[in-house]
């Protein structure tokens, strides 16, 4: 074994209480040892167990890589055309992910390899260290397959995301689409997969298609996150609630009762503010969310259309100017909340046990992620215990 030690931090956020102040469990003046690749030390300088090898923080602040929940990475093309459309007053809506399903299914499978390696390394070097990704823009059962087959060579989490839209094949049959996605697709899709999620919105599915694929999926053994109440009011998010999904995603049209549901459920509410940065819409209401008690995660909801950015700092910067985020809140959404949205105990913290991923910022606080927005603040990343960048 090989211990590593990253001396000289200035504030370290553990995002565990016991170890630091505060919910982000901050500790000054920090030190924080790795073995090969888990934490075996995070606390005071003056404690810290001797290593093999150190790193000298300079007084910078440390956080635990960023926990990216929730992207699309698996496409081709990109939809430059409806952004600049969009920007001149053009509303978004679901349909323009058929442009993205048209040049997927065109694309070798080295083509969209190629383009999922490029967009995993543009969010490592902006600190992401654990991040899932979906399957969506194929929509049929060897597309779809081929889609998930890719995801999981290169993302820590999978997710089988059949019901994007109803395929182009399926416009006059959405029944049959449905049938497709619990039934053939799925066959094909379960084996590389953890989750399923279902895009339960007008002009995508509706509740109670989306129970169906959902529970389709659960008794295969696919955990389920939802899609839920971005465009409109929905029965998404309670939906996710009733069926203990792990995440409801988006929650920007939310009632009373969704905010309940959310406050009293295990599911955690993921925000997404590139994607109402990028469609010019409505931010959902963190304030409102975490007041009422709920587990609020940051994401970037990475994709070609309505959120074409890879970086989680930008998030948290655009979560606290615009969704009424502390930036505190913030930090840890991005992290051991993104963290509890994937039900992962092993990442978002930095506590003996956990795996030793981190971002040094050079900056001498985790405030500056939302202080500096637009700055690449990350000078250095590991992940499970390894200089990546
Ligand atoms: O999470 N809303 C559904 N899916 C994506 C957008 C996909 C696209 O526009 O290509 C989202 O925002
Ligand atoms: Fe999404």
Known sequence: MTATAVTRIGSLVTNDPGLGSGPLGLVEDATLVFEDERVVWAGPAAGAPDADTSYDAGGRAVVPGFVDSHSHLVFAGDRTEEFNARMSGRPYSAGGIRTTVEATRAASDEELSANLRRYVAEMRAQGTTTLETKSGYGLTPDQEARALRVAAEHADEVTYLGAHIVAPEYVDDPAGYVAQVTGPMLDACAPYARWIDVFCEEGAFDGDQARAILTAGQARGLKPRVHANQLSFGPGVRLAVELGAASADHCTHLTGSDVDALAEGETVATLLPGCEFSTRAVYPDARRLLDAGVTVALSTDCNPGSSFTSSMPFCVAVAVR???????????????????????????RLA?????????????SHVHLAYRPGVPLVRAVWRRGELIG
């Open 352 to 364: 003996p046990g956990a795996y030793a991923d981190l971002a040094l910022l050079d900056a001498p």
């Open 322 to 348: 615009e969704m009424g985020m502390t930036p505190d809140e913030a930090v840890w959404s991005a992290t051991a909340g993104g963290a509890r949205a994937l039900r992962r105990e092993d990442v978002g």
